[in-house]
């Protein structure tokens, strides 16, 4: 018997509704470059407006914007904090729903460090705060089998799929 047979057909992944895709939800909120560039410097311990407007060169209103945004989506978390003769200010912190972005951010680096550096190379490396080797970002199955830089992966629609609507 082959092992074709013995797999269960599965619909056509193009049948069901791209609306429902965890990317294109995912990009709803976190698509555009400014978002993306917040999320980095949040990551990387930039936590005051002030100091975000300013490593970004992001408008005020720009930024105030995204910031919002990632507040209602419960990625960044905002407190104040005031300066003594000053009035109440905010810091912005990823929440772990924001912590969690970090391998796509590391994913979006490696690839653009692979193939957008200088020839001087890339203009930073990512390394492990506690051991200080580089970090990489790998591909496994939950089985644990790296899947290597030219992973097969299937896609089946799962529990939340729904078929496209002709």
Sequence with gaps: MSTASAVPAVPEYGAFDSETC???????????????????DLA???RRFDDLASHL??????????????????????SGYR?????????Y???HAGRELMPILLAFMGWGDRHL???????AVAVHADCGAPVRTVVTCEAGHELGDRPRVRMRPGPGSRRRQE
């Design 117 to 123: 550096a200088g020839p001087q190379g890339p203009p």
């Design 44 to 46: 990387n311990g930039v």
């Design 22 to 40: 965890s990317i294109a939800r995912t990009l709803a909120l976190v698509g555009d470059r400014w978002t993306l560039l917040v999320l980095r």
């Design 57 to 78: 060169g992001i408008a005020r209103n720009v930024l105030s914007k995204r910031l919002a945004a990632l507040v209602d989506a419960e990625l960044a978390v905002r």
């Design 93 to 95: 912190r990823l929440s």
């Design 83 to 91: 300066t003594e003769g000053s009035r109440e200010r905010y810091e």
